[in-house]
């Protein structure tokens, strides 16, 4: 992958996929970031000048190092426009059907040497990979959110991906400033094997009124030293997200321990996701 020369494609302008466009533009890429509609674009344009600002305010960018940044990216409703593209990664909300679907149209819309790569933080990179006509070429690249913060990238091999995919998702990740480690294709790969049976254990906890949420996180700021209590962190992750993930752990290892909790799935009924539904387990 070659800034400069190669486009990236984006599918989505969440958080995860504007985060994407965001390092992918500041390491000298051009990128196209694709949503279903002009609000969420513009929605994730604001995010990113957002950041960027910070960083000039900080005297590590400059005004002119900005407005070069995003002028590097395009945005679009069109899938059409990622024909051009060296590879696209999808970022698109955490359901496997929708996921298929976007990878079998990409399939038939990018040329025939691009990689489809998928930011998916649980699902099957081989069940994406089958759903083309070329398997070889899909690849998972798991950011951690915030992009342009988080140095991890997960990068997970599906059973059919090739070494020359794989390399080439590699030197991307390298060139975007971030560190990737690979794991296996398996349920929740190693991030959220680990940290989603945490968090649900913290949601069981004040499900069964063990601790108030302000103990609960505090106890593992304070004791664990973690940057942020799990409860909030599932806010932040969001909890819609949370649930899905977990049922992935469920449904793929059929181990009682990944069983969502009765409150998770209350709170995503009543749409309090977290922060971005200005409520969760905490009001924003």
Not at 201 to 207: C, N, V
Not at 234 to 240: E, M, N
Not at 255 to 261: A, G, L, N
């Amino acid at each position: 992958m070659n800034p400069g020369s190669d486009i990236v494609g984006v599918v989505g302008a969440g958080t995860m996929g504007n985060g994407i466009a965001h390092v992918a533009a500041r390491a000298g890429y051009q990128v196209i970031m694709r949503d279903l509609e002009d609000s969420f674009l513009d929605r994730g344009m604001h995010s990113i000048n957002r950041s960027l600002q910070k960083d000039v305010d900080r005297e590590r960018l400059t005004n002119a190092e900005l407005r070069a940044i995003t002028q590097r990216i395009t945005t679009t409703t069109e899938l059409e426009q990622f024909r051009e593209a060296a590879i696209i990664i999808e970022a698109v909300t955490e359901d496997l059907k929708v996921k298929t679907e976007l990878f079998a149209t990409l399939d038939f819309i990018a040329r025939p040497d691009a990689i489809l790569a998928s930011n998916t933080s649980s699902i099957s990179i081989t069940k994406l990979g089958a759903a083309t006509r070329r398997p070889e070429r899909v690849i998972g690249l798991h950011f951690m959110n915030p992009v342009p913060v988080m140095k991890l990238v997960e990068i997970i091999r599906g059973m059919a991906t090739s070494d020359a995919t794989y390399q080439n998702g590699c030197a991307l990740v390298e060139s975007l400033g971030k560190t990737g480690l690979d794991c296996q294709d398996s349920p929740g790969f190693v991030s959220n094997r680990v940290l989603m049976p945490m968090i649900n254990e913290a949601i069981f906890a004040l499900h069964e009124g063990v601790a108030t949420r302000e103990s609960i996180d505090g106890i593992m700021k304070l004791g664990m030293n973690h940057p942020m209590g799990p409860l909030t962190l599932a806010d932040f992750i969001g909890l819609d997200v949370c649930l899905a993930i977990l049922n992935v752990l469920y449904e793929g290892f059929g181990d009682p321990k990944y069983r969502p909790c009765p409150l998770l799935k209350r709170y995503v009924d009543a749409g309090w996701l977290g922060c971005k539904a200005g409520r969760g387990f905490y009001e924003y």
